[in-house]
């Protein structure tokens, strides 16, 4: 059993930095393909960054901007994210699968991932 918990949202201005954790207080992450997504007011969930066995994955909307990592020793995975933009506003999920890879997980909006957090809400003014 996972319980996800996402933490380091907040608001911040364009171009500015966030970083966001998600720590899981059951099963060890490291064994898991561990996703963040994101879902915009009045839109669907997308998919940002996952990473598996250390691989690391990111949607195009991203890419060069957030960087995911994982400390397994604090059964933690980050997302850092910079040079934040308007849109990506949106509540940050973070969730975590055994039977699916993070890259295809973050394709396919989650589909595959077994636990999810509550979220954390990141808000980009202009």
């Known amino acids: 059993q996972v319980q996800l918990v996402e933490s380091g949202g907040g608001l911040v201005q364009t171009g500015d930095s966030l970083r966001l954790s998600c720590t899981s207080s059951?099963?060890?992450?490291?064994?898991?393909?561990i996703g963040w997504f994101r879902q915009a007011p009045g839109k669907e969930r997308e998919g940002v960054s996952g990473?598996?066995?250390?691989?690391?994955y990111y949607a195009d909307t991203v890419k060069g901007r957030f960087t995911i990592s994982a400390d397994n020793a604090e059964n933690t995975v980050y997302l850092q994210m910079n040079s934040l933009k308007p849109e990506d506003t949106a509540v940050y999920y973070c969730a975590s699968g055994r039977g699916v890879h993070a890259a295809a997980a973050i394709m396919l909006g989650g589909y595959g991932m077994d636990y999810w957090g509550k979220g954390t809400l990141v808000t980009v003014s202009s």
């Open positions: 990473i598996t066995n250390g691989d690391p």
């Open positions: 059951g099963d060890t992450l490291e064994y898991y393909a």
